[in-house]
């Protein structure tokens, strides 16, 4: 599998857990607005570094690097001013479990990509 149909999975394994654990966090009666944001920011936190990467590696790709990279300096100001002056309050567990979960998504698709695989018959490599 290509580099990218690698990133992309994770992207995706990173994006259902963390939809995952806010419909278990909601039907516990539990703050999901943390898990969203900690979720978000360790998922655009990920596609603005794959950008830089493909920017590096890929001619053309520079103004879009760039472009995320300063929405994500925004995001993060933006997000500090208003923890900062109260107007955004989120539980700290959930802001937690959210980046969290990014990692675990990584992991467990870094494991899932090299499992190994059975022989079809004795003496024969797997596919």
């Known amino acids: 599998m290509r580099r990218d149909g690698v990133l992309v999975r994770?992207?995706?394994?990173?994006?259902?857990?963390?939809?995952?654990?806010?419909?278990v966090c909601a039907a516990r009666g539990w703050p999901v607005r943390?898990?969203?944001?900690?979720?978000?920011?360790?998922?655009?936190s990920f596609v603005s570094f794959w950008a830089i990467a493909r920017a590096i590696l890929v001619p053309g790709t520079t103004v879009l690097a760039a472009a995320?990279?300063?929405?994500?300096?925004?995001?993060?100001?933006?997000?500090?001013?208003?923890?900062?002056?109260?107007?955004?309050?989120?539980?700290?567990?959930?802001?937690?479990?959210?980046i969290t979960s990014f990692v675990v998504s990584a992991i467990a698709t870094a494991?899932?990509?090299h499992r190994p695989v059975p022989a079809v018959a004795p003496g024969v490599e797997g596919i």
């Open 68 to 98: 995320l990279n300063v929405t994500k300096v925004l995001l993060y100001l933006a997000l500090v001013v208003l923890v900062m002056s109260g107007r955004l309050t989120a539980d700290a567990t959930g802001i937690g479990v959210g």
């Open 34 to 44: 943390g898990l969203f944001i900690g979720g978000g920011l360790a998922g655009f």
């Open 10 to 23: 994770i992207a995706l394994v990173h994006a259902t857990a963390v939809l995952a654990l806010a419909v």
């Open 111 to 113: 494991l899932w990509m």
